[in-house]
């Protein structure tokens, strides 16, 4: 759906159409916190702004976010990405499905940065530190949690950025046994 279909729901959520993803959840977070409440803002206007005309705020709210998200997520599985073999590329058709790409770090970082969100966001939002979540994008395996722990940290991340998440765990978590076998190895 072309984003000029997709305005409304911009205006409801009071935001440019040019917002990131993390702008877009951002938003939805504080408007919904913002209504659904009795809050400072609204105690003012509490006579004029009933209990009903705030939930029918709220479904707005929610199903211009409801939108926006399945937008986001329709355009990434369509878009197109990077220029290595095995993985998207800025070349490749359009329509392109996930199941081709090779997630890496890398590519979560550059999905990341490609939608204009800060690490520090990703941080803040899935809880995992930032130490870690740099260490995943830079595969610096050396310095990642046992597996398991690994594994959930990639799938939240991956979820984060609307992706398939078990896939992008399993690519990774193949990248990190690869390592770690190379690595026993040499010892």
């Not at 305005?7 to 959840?25: Q, T």
């Amino acid at each position: 759906m072309p984003k000029k279909n997709l305005k409304k729901y911009f205006d409801i959520l009071e935001i440019d159409s040019n917002a990131s993803l993390s702008e877009i959840r951002n938003t939805y977070i504080r408007l919904k916190k913002l209504y659904s409440t009795d809050s400072m803002v609204i105690t003012p206007i509490a006579d004029e702004f009933s209990k009903k005309k705030r939930l029918a705020v709220l479904q707005q709210i929610e199903e211009a976010y409801t939108r926006l998200k399945e937008e986001l997520k329709d355009e990434r599985q369509k878009s197109t990405y990077f220029g290595k073999p095995g993985v998207a590329s800025e070349n490749s058709t359009e329509g392109e499905e996930t199941e081709s790409i090779s997630f890496s770090g890398d590519v979560l970082r550059k999905i990341r940065e490609r939608r204009r969100i800060h690490l520090h966001e990703v941080a803040l939002d899935t809880k995992i530190r930032m130490e870690i979540l740099e260490n995943i994008e830079y595969e610096r395996f050396d310095a990642l949690p046992q597996e398991v722990y690994l594994r959930g940290h990639v799938s939240n991340y991956a979820r984060y950025l609307l992706l398939d998440a078990r896939k992008v765990a399993d690519d990774y978590i193949r990248r990190y046994k690869t390592w770690k076998a190379d690595a026993e190895e040499k010892v």
